[in-house]
Structures are given as C-alpha cells and as structure tokens.
C-alpha cells in the first residue's frame, strides 16, 4: 500500500516550522531565524520513501495582518490549509499553547480537517501541554514518530500514486533559495526593523563549469535603510555577502560569486504591483 498527501506546517512565528522543514528533507531549504515573519512564501518539501511520499507546506508564522504584504502572507497559510490532507500544527515547547491556538485548532477539527498537534523543541524544554506528536529538529527526537503519524492520516492507495519524483525535494527554483539565504544573512546581521523591509530578487543566475555568477537586488524601504544595509565602506553589505555566498557555494557544490545591490523602493510592502514584481503574487 502506498501513501501521497499535502501536509500543511502551521503555527505562529518562531514554532519551529522551518527548522522541521529542513531537517525532513536534509538541506537548508528555508530559512531560519529568531525574527518573527521569516518566512514569507508557502515552500514545498518533499519528503519520499519507498511506501510514501509526503509533501509538506512551509507557511509564514500565524500573525495580524497589517499591510499589503501581511495580508500575502495570511493569504499564502490560508491556501495551504485548504489544499491539505493534514494540517501539522506545531507548538514551541518553551512557551506552551495559548488560548487563542487552542480555539485555532478547535475550530479546524469542527470544520472537518484532521490536525496533529506537535509540539516542537523538546530538546529545550519537555512539554507541558496534550498533544499528538513531540519531537526536536535539533536533535531529531521523535521524527521518525510524527512521520508515522502523519502518514496514518493519509488515504491509502493499492497503487504508486506518487505526484513528484523521488529526487525532488521542492517546488521552488536555486535563485529563490539563494534569494532567501540573502535575507536570512540580513536578519542575522541586521537589527530591528529594518531586516523586515526588505525583499531580494536574483537577476542573474550564470552557471559555468566551475563558478557560479550570481547578482542579487535588495529592495528596501527607506534611504536610511540603504544606508544602514551597505553600511559604512560597504562593511555590512560584505558581511551579508559573505554569509550568503556561504551557503550558496554548499547548495550548488561550486565557488559562488555573488555580488549585491540595494535599491530603495518606499513603501513597497502596501504596493500590490510593486509585490506582484518582487514575486509576491
């Protein structure tokens, strides 16, 4: 008997959902950090067995929408959780379940789809609250175990009714992932708002026999955030450049070469068009 299902990753920002993600499919496929509203896009990952295949949907951190591009975002974990078999709703082990997730999960379970509560980063702290699964990312406690759960709520098939082929892992392209690897290294570099006005888009992605060629635009929000993101002789820019170069050369197993620039667009995030260009769509 084989298995194929769509399982939506949900919780609020920080839960863990893109560390799970990485972890299931062994490669730094979204990007991590402490910052909430890291992840913007819906990312697929693929993760195939020889019984099962199981497709998850990275979605951006449960959160109030207040502009143009929030409401994307929202927009991006609503689609997913209607398309799903599964929703796989996580729950940070250090700070517990809160009320207003209790009622989010409660009304999902009363609307007809099947939730697997899990509780994530157990490597940090046990959990104090019922739930389905636990497990670490770090550690990789526990995974073996939310698979099997997950895979018991899918629908069986007598026959290979797999979507994807066994080597893929997402959906999205290298200058995507390379995209967000510059916008992880300027939520790690940068500080308070300003890793949140930006947005990255490769415009050049040459691959030769031994070096990759990559430009990459940073779009922000505000002059004073340019300034900041070069800052002074370029220093902060090359410290992004580096971190991200970093993990691109790890991704494509070459010598990367990657040069950025910073363009300031005000207001970009409440600019539909403007979103639409930057693949916000």
């Given at each position: 008997?084989?298995?194929?299902?769509?399982?939506?990753?949900?919780?609020?920002?920080?839960?863990?959902?893109s560390?799970?993600?990485?972890?299931?499919?062994?490669?730094?496929?979204?990007?991590?950090?402490?910052?909430?509203?890291?992840?913007?896009?819906?990312?697929?990952?693929?993760?195939?067995?020889?019984?099962?295949?199981?497709?998850?949907?990275?979605?951006?951190?449960?959160?109030?929408?207040?502009?143009?591009?929030?409401?994307?975002?929202?927009?991006?974990?609503?689609?997913?959780?209607?398309?799903?078999?599964?929703?796989?709703?996580?729950?940070?082990?250090?700070?517990?379940?809160?009320?207003?997730?209790?009622?989010?999960?409660?009304?999902?379970?009363?609307?007809?789809?099947?939730?697997?509560?899990?509780a994530?980063?157990?490597?940090?702290k046990?959990?104090?609250?019922?739930?389905?699964?636990?497990?670490?990312?770090?550690?990789?406690?526990?995974?073996?175990?939310?698979?099997?759960?997950?895979?018991?709520?899918?629908?069986?098939?007598?026959?290979?009714?797999?979507?994807?082929?066994p080597?893929?892992?997402?959906?999205?392209?290298?200058?995507?992932?390379?995209?967000?690897?510059?916008?992880?290294?300027?939520?790690?570099?940068?500080?308070?708002?300003?890793?949140?006005?930006?947005?990255?888009?490769?415009?050049?992605?040459?691959?030769?026999?031994?070096?990759v060629?990559?430009?990459?635009?940073?779009?922000?929000?505000?002059?004073?955030?340019?300034?900041?993101?070069?800052?002074?002789?370029g220093?902060?820019?090359?410290?992004?450049?580096?971190?991200?170069?970093?993990?691109a050369?790890?991704?494509?197993?070459?010598?990367?070469?990657?040069?950025?620039?910073?363009k300031?667009?005000?207001?970009?995030?409440?600019?539909?068009?403007?979103?639409?260009?930057?693949?916000?769509?």
């Amino acid at each position: 008997m084989y298995k194929f299902g769509y399982i939506a990753v949900l919780g609020k920002p920080n839960a863990g959902k893109s560390s799970l993600i990485n972890r299931l499919v062994g490669m730094k496929l979204a990007i991590v950090s402490s910052k909430p509203q890291t992840t913007r896009d819906n990312i697929l990952a693929i993760l195939t067995d020889k019984n099962f295949q199981l497709v998850f949907i990275d979605t951006p951190g449960l959160h109030k929408s207040t502009s143009h591009l929030d409401k994307f975002m929202m927009k991006n974990v609503r689609s997913a959780k209607a398309g799903a078999d599964v929703v796989l709703y996580l729950v940070d082990s250090t700070r517990g379940i809160e009320e207003d997730e209790k009622e989010h999960i409660q009304k999902m379970k009363s609307d007809g789809i099947k939730v697997v509560v899990a509780a994530s980063k157990i490597d940090l702290k046990a959990p104090e609250f019922d739930c389905d699964a636990k497990f670490s990312s770090v550690t990789g406690e526990g995974i073996d175990q939310l698979i099997k759960i997950l895979t018991s709520n899918l629908p069986s098939s007598k026959t290979k009714n797999f979507l994807y082929e066994p080597d893929e892992v997402t959906d999205k392209p290298t200058k995507f992932i390379i995209g967000e690897y510059v916008r992880e290294a300027m939520l790690e570099t940068l500080k308070k708002e300003v890793p949140h006005g930006v947005a990255v888009v490769v415009t050049k992605f040459e691959e030769k026999k031994e070096l990759v060629l990559i430009e990459a635009e940073i779009v922000c929000e505000k002059q004073s955030h340019k300034g900041i993101i070069i800052g002074k002789g370029g220093r902060t820019l090359k410290i992004i450049g580096s971190k991200a170069r970093l993990q691109a050369e790890e991704l494509l197993q070459k010598k990367v070469m990657l040069s950025l620039f910073v363009k300031v667009e005000e207001g970009w995030k409440d600019r539909p068009n403007k979103l639409s260009d930057l693949g916000y769509n």
